[in-house]
T-cell receptor, first 113, second 114 residues
Framework: GENVEQHPSTLSVQEGDSAVIKCTYSDSASNYFPWYKQELGKRPQLIIDIRSNVGEKKDQRIAVTLNKTAKHFSLHITETQPEDSAVYFC????????????FGGGTRLMVKP | KAGVTQTPRYLIKTRGQQVTLSCSPISGHRSVSWYQQTPGQGLQFLFEYFSETQRNKGNFPGRFSGRQFSNSRSEMNVSTLELGDSALYLCASSLGRRGWNEQFFGPGTRLTVL
């Protein structure tokens, strides 16, 4: 089955700096890659997603890039703010298994004021 | 529109007991997926129900089961509880259309097995 590895497991940055989280997946048939943010004690929430027919997607300070050949995708957060502090999870799935997400292990991002 | 709700929010059980957790999806959503979240294993997919039928299943033992009712509400059951079943159980609802669907998570049920 699919395996998703996520790095780093923890990331500490100064407010205003950029943060990058990387994930690799094993199943070349995977074609949908969402990212979730989970604040302490709260539910995961989708922040951005990308499909395999797109190499990059941006939403304000958040962007995701996908390299299908290398089977990896990354989350980029620019101008980080303290409220960006949370655990971020990458995930993957494929068209015919749409709601069966395989998650990475998570990255705890700490933004220091 | 009301979000996904889960009951109960907290549960304490002892080994060998069984437990039933409930999930009410967003109105109009027909798919409910269940995930187990633990510090060691992260988020792992348990199963998905769509139109009262199990559509996908993860790699969990048969002690973990679920069902979905005609109003899309779903329950999951864990029998013969083990210490390792202590976890946050999250359900997620989506429209369930073919292909990719944004999943909306509930707040979770935290299960502690003593």
């Amino acid at each position: 089955g699919e395996n998703v590895e996520q790095h780093p497991s923890t990331l500490s940055v100064q407010e205003g700096d950029s943060a990058v989280i990387k994930c690799t997946y094993s199943d070349s048939a995977s074609n949908y890659f969402p990212w979730y943010k989970q604040e302490l004690g709260k539910r995961p929430q989708l922040i951005i997603d990308i499909r395999s027919n797109v190499g990059e997607k941006k939403d304000q300070r958040i962007a995701v890039t996908l390299n299908k050949t290398a089977k990896h995708f990354s989350l980029h957060i620019t101008e980080t703010q303290p409220e960006d502090s949370a655990v971020y999870f990458c995930a993957s799935t494929k068209w015919n298994a749409g709601n069966m997400l395989t998650f990475g292990g998570g990255t705890r991002l700490m933004v220091k004021p | 529109k009301a979000g996904v709700t889960q009951t109960p929010r907290y549960l304490i059980k002892t080994r060998g007991q069984q437990v039933t957790l409930s999930c009410s999806p967003i109105s109009g959503h027909r798919s409910v997926s269940w995930y187990q979240q633990t510090p060691g294993q992260g988020l792992q997919f348990l199963f998905e129900y769509f139109s009262e039928t199990q559509r996908n299943k993860g790699n969990f033992p048969g002690r973990f089961s679920g069902r979905q009712f005609s109003n899309s509400r779903s329950e999951m059951n864990v029998s013969t509880l083990e210490l390792g079943d202590s976890a946050l159980y999250l359900c997620a609802s989506s429209l369930g259309r073919r292909g990719w669907n944004e999943q909306f998570f509930g707040p979770g049920t935290r299960l502690t097995v003593l």
